[in-house]
């Protein structure tokens, strides 16, 4: 029995297989933030390629919550009909579609306005960055509406589940790092006030929005001081209590010192996730260097996670999840179109 090709749940989320294309932001859209031809064909192809759960770009909650003016958007509702167009064609194929909500936070590239941060400490002195704005109390509680009114607008647009980015050293995850939040008010200081705005977020979208909902954590910012895997233990069981779905564990992305980056070999951020899943209920979603059929079914039977992310992999190959059925002998799972590619 192949692990890869086992049916698995998130909450209500009902998947055929444990294979998902994690977020990767195409920087394809213009300022308008809408999706264009090319997303459609991008995520229907990998739809058509038997991914089990595709997971949108970060797409943005506001305008100023971009990475870059070529980011997607959702942060307002002229926004919703080419999401409801694509996920359509994708669902025809039997994937399933969550789409990653946003906020870059100080990484914001966007050359017309001021970031929004924790506090006012710059990612980096080059550009594109620049000195953020300390969001005030007032901002905080604009950036939860904003947060629920894009969620909201991805359950209009037919998504099956939505995932918040928490990680890389955008907003929330910024939030998260005493090295990045230096506020002296009820979202800074001890571990557990630099968790609420995440926590408050995802409790605000399970209630009102009811959709499944994936949180994506850097597990560790790889510094000796600073956010690390223990805090990610700790945030991963709040995130459960408040009835988040799962959790996609990646690492890094806070900090731009290269000194302090591990050497990217395969499966380098593996462990995190077996970590976490050992003190969690809810599934977890391994990622970083998985490029093989082989090493997916390893990191699930050795109960590293429950799914596997293969990004890259699946920009190289949209068609991996065909190779991958056939070398577990599941010849069924391959599109009939392209069975005689595997004769
Ligand atoms: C082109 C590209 C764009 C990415 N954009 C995002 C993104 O929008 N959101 C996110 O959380 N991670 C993003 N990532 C990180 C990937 O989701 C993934 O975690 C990373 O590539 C490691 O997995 P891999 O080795 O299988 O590619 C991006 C990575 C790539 C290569």
């Known amino acids: 029995m192949s692990a890869l090709f086992k049916k698995g749940k998130m909450g209500k989320l009902k998947l055929k297989n444990r294979i998902v294309m994690p977020p990767m932001c195409m920087y394809a859209s213009c300022n308008s933030g809408l999706l264009k031809k090319f997303h459609h064909t991008h995520y229907c192809a ?8 595709i997971i949108v770009e970060a797409t943005a909650i506001e305008p100023k919550g971009r990475i870059s003016i070529h980011d997607l958007g959702l942060w307002q509702d002229a926004q919703i009909k080419k999401h409801k167009i694509m996920n359509k064609r994708c669902h025809e194929f039997g994937a399933k579609m969550a789409i990653q909500l ?19 400490i710059a990612f980096s002195e080059e550009s594109p960055y620049k000195m953020p704005k300390a969001a005030t109390l007032k901002d905080i509680q604009a950036i939860k509406k904003l947060f629920l009114k894009a969620a909201l607008r991805a359950k209009k647009a037919n998504y099956d589940a939505i995932e918040l980015h928490a990680a890389h050293g955008y ?8 090295l990045s939040n230096k506020r002296k008010d009820k979202y800074g200081g001890s571990l557990e006030n630099r968790c609420a705005l995440i926590v408050e977020i995802a409790q605000s979208i399970k209630e009102k929005v ?7 954590i850097s597990a560790h910012e790889w510094m000796n001081t600073g956010w690390n895997l223990e805090d990610s233990i700790y945030l991963c069981q709040e995130l459960e209590k408040v ?31 077996k970590e976490i899943k050992k003190n969690i209920e809810i599934p977890v979603i391994a990622v970083g260097l998985i490029t093989t059929a082989a090493q997916g079914e390893n990191l699930l039977n050795e109960q590293f996670c429950d799914y596997v992310a293969y990004g890259r992999e699946l920009l190289r190959s949209p068609n991996f999840v065909f ?3 056939n070398k577990a002998d599941k010849r069924e799972l391959i599109h009939k179109s392209y069975m005689r590619a595997y004769i």
């Open 323 to 325: 190779d991958a059925a």
């Open 210 to 216: 009811k959709l499944p909902l994936i949180v994506r």
């Open 243 to 273: 009835g988040v779905d799962a959790i996609h564990v990646s690492a890094g992305g806070n900090q731009n010192i290269p000194e302090c980056m591990p050497v990217l070999e395969p499966l380098y951020q593996c462990d995190y996730a």
């Open 171 to 178: 907003l929330l995850c910024e939030f998260l790092s005493a």
């Open 46 to 53: 990998r739809a058509l390629g038997g991914v089990g759960l």
């Open 102 to 120: 946003a906020h870059a936070g100080r990484k914001s590239g966007v050359p017309t306005s001021t970031p929004l941060a924790p506090s006012a």
